[in-house]
């Protein structure tokens, strides 16, 4: 969903993702090889880029809840 989420709202293709090695993001290394997507992960214990991707998200997350709001949907 969030895949067709950048192509559609943004335009844009998604050329990389960066995640941290946790359990429920391994089966994700299949679908991203399949479409070309650049799976990078975060190093442990660097605080400094979970603390990053943690804003980028939850930017992401505000954002779709402002479309929402602004579109009268649940």
């Known amino acids: ?3 067709t989420f950048v192509k559609t709202q943004i335009n844009n293709k998604l050329k ?3 995640i941290d090695k946790a ?3 391994l089966s994700l290394s299949s679908f991203l090889k ?3 997507i650049r799976h990078r992960l975060t190093y442990p214990y660097m605080h400094e880029q979970n603390d ?3 804003r980028n998200h939850q930017h992401i997350l505000d954002t779709g809840l402002v479309l ?3 579109a009268s949907l649940p």
């Open 23 to 25: 359990k429920e993001f």
């Open 1 to 3: 969903m969030f895949k």
């Open 68 to 70: 929402l709001a602004h």
């Open 16 to 18: 990389s993702i960066k």
């Open 34 to 36: 399949k479409y070309g």
């Open 52 to 54: 990053s991707i943690e």
